[in-house]
């Protein structure tokens, strides 16, 4: 089982970023600040960032993306994608 995340970045207010997560290996259920677990699981989003970050997920390729638009300074953290079994 492996879960790559795309490389490190650090941004700057206002400047957009899409993190990537890859799976493979195994049929993932990932979260992140909202979350995906199945197609049919509506998202959900913190409302600190409703509007700006986008989640989603193509479950052919195994990969899940979540896009950051007009990042803000409170957005600050080390954002990252795992796995639980």
């Excluded at 995340?5 to 259920?29: D, I, N, Y």
């Excluded at 600190?48 to 986008?54: E, I, L």
């Excluded at 409170?74 to 796995?83: G, I, Q």
Aim: net charge positive.
């Amino acid at each position: 089982e492996t879960l790559t995340q795309s490389e490190a970045v650090v941004k700057r207010p206002g400047e957009s970023h899409r993190l990537t997560c890859s799976a493979s290996g195994f049929t993932f259920r990932l979260e992140w600040l909202s979350f995906i677990s199945t197609a049919s699981t509506p998202i959900s989003y913190s409302s600190s960032v409703r509007g700006r970050f986008t989640i989603s997920r193509n479950d052919s390729s195994s990969k899940l993306y979540l896009q950051m638009n007009t990042l803000q300074t409170a957005d600050t953290a080390v954002y990252y994608c795992e796995s639980r079994t």
